[in-house]
């Protein structure tokens, strides 16, 4: 079995600062894969960043970054120079080698970008 | 529109109604999913499509849900006498290959079911 651990119910953040917010993640596959989400008020997921077990460097995409520690089962979204337009509900998400087609979802974080 | 499209939006229902969720994936997408998600929670997954082919159906609630992607395109969530507690947003999602961990899942909008 899968889990996604966020420990976050809510986080706040100044406009054009940096926010992380926290995910753990537990499974006994040694491939997986880990991706995070942004859940806008109109309710669309949105892909954001995508980390592979195996890949030896941290993923980044535009403003948003994962700091990914898999010896801690950690793989924490970082955004940087936040928006107003980055408040939203954020999933981490995990694929795994055991059931490798559907994705497990933590229960999200709220973040509010305050201006 | 080139993402994943749901209708209704909106659905309200009485509880005993049979209620059916459509899904347009995005062309050319062999995988398509459904999942459920209830108030403040993360999605939950409920089937999986692959094509044509209903390959894990484990995540449906009860035999009141049916899925169906008969032509691998389009693809329908039918619940049979709604209950109160199938009140959920209902997500689809499509990606382009086959069981691959970087595939990514395209989500569409979501059709929210209210059961009174």
């Known amino acids: 079995a899968q889990k996604i651990t966020q420990t976050q119910p809510g986080m706040f953040v100044q406009e054009k600062e940096a926010v992380t917010l926290d995910c753990t993640y537990d499974?006994?596959?040694?491939?997986?894969?880990l991706f995070w989400y942004k859940q806008p008020s109109s309710g669309e997921m949105i892909f954001l960043i995508y980390?592979?077990?195996?890949?030896?460097q941290n993923a980044t995409e535009g403003r948003y970054s994962l700091n990914f520690q898999k010896a801690r089962k950690s793989a924490n979204l970082v955004i940087s120079a936040s928006q107003l337009g980055d408040s939203a509900m954020y999933f981490c998400?995990?694929?795994?080698?055991?059931?490798?087609?559907?994705?497990?979802f933590g229960k999200g974080t709220l973040l509010t970008v305050n201006p | 529109g080139a993402g994943v499209s749901q209708s209704p939006r909106y659905k309200v229902a009485k509880r005993g109604q049979d209620v059916a969720l459509r899904c347009d994936p995005i062309?050319?997408?062999?995988?398509l999913f459904w999942y459920q998600q209830a108030l403040g929670q993360g999605p939950e997954f409920l089937t999986y499509?692959?094509?044509?082919?209903?390959?894990?159906k484990s995540g449906l609630p009860s035999d009141r849900f049916f899925a169906e992607r008969p032509e691998g395109s389009v693809s329908t969530l039918k619940i049979q006498r709604t209950q109160q507690e199938d009140s959920a947003v209902y997500l689809c999602?499509?990606?382009?290959?086959?069981?691959?961990?970087?595939?990514?899942?395209?989500f569409g909008p979501g059709t929210r079911l209210t059961v009174l």
């Open positions: 980390q592979g077990s195996y890949d030896e």
């Open positions: 499974t006994s596959d040694q491939s997986y894969g």
């Open positions: 998400a995990i694929r795994s080698g055991g059931s490798n087609y559907k994705l497990t």
């Open positions: 062309s050319g997408h062999v995988s």
């Open positions: 999602a499509s990606s382009l290959g086959v069981l691959a961990l970087t595939d990514t899942q395209y």
């Open positions: 499509f692959q094509n044509e082919a209903q390959l894990d």
